[in-house]
């Protein structure tokens, strides 16, 4: 009788309303699960609580599918976290302007080149542009293809060539005529 009972208050992943609700309250707080359990209802230590939550299987099941579904629906994978990166560590400023030097409307700039600015400000008619962290974007991608830990392919991979070419200092050019 007692499992009937418990059957009943359960949903099909085996979650009770309370649990449901904090795995919904996790996900829609950026993985606050401290915060997640005092919202969903849960008293006492809101922190160990979360902990106790999130280690029974049923409801990180819950959690994992439901981000994964998340990330489907919102088309984040790791080919476009790629592609928006690569847009950013390889953009060149240059393609914002036309050949007479004057500046591209917003409207008319490519996905690849909109892409770097991370804002626009518009005050007494100027307009400022900021862009995204090139340098970051860089780091990140070589860090993806473990370029800083000398693991990248080895006919590719230069970075201690550049290392020693940088400690030896400026190379001496002689013009050719």
């Known amino acids: 009788m007692t499992k009937q009972k418990q ?7 085996g979650l009770s309303i309370r649990e449901k609700l904090f795995c919904y309250l996790y996900l829609s707080n ?3 699960g401290a915060q997640a359990a005092a919202e969903s209802g849960y008293s006492g230590d809101h922190k160990n609580r979360a902990t106790d ?4 299987p049923q409801v990180r099941a819950v959690i994992d599918r439901e981000r994964a579904r998340l990330m489907r629906k919102a088309e984040i994978n790791a080919e476009r976290v790629l592609r928006e990166l690569a847009r950013i560590a390889f953009f060149d400023v240059r393609r914002l302007f036309r050949a007479n030097g004057s500046l591209t409307p917003l409207s008319e700039l490519s996905e690849d080149d909109a892409a770097a600015i991370s804002g626009v400000d518009v005050r007494k008619g100027v307009l400022k542009l900021r862009f995204a962290n090139k340098l970051q974007a860089l780091d990140l991608l070589g860090r993806w293809l473990k370029m800083w830990e000398g693991q990248g392919a080895p006919h590719n991979d230069r970075l201690n060539d550049l290392i020693e070419a940088l400690r030896a200092g400026p190379v001496e050019t002689k013009k050719i005529q």
């Open 53 to 56: 939550l999130l280690a029974k």
């Open 7 to 13: 059957h009943r208050n359960h949903d099909q992943d």
């Open 30 to 32: 950026r993985g606050n």
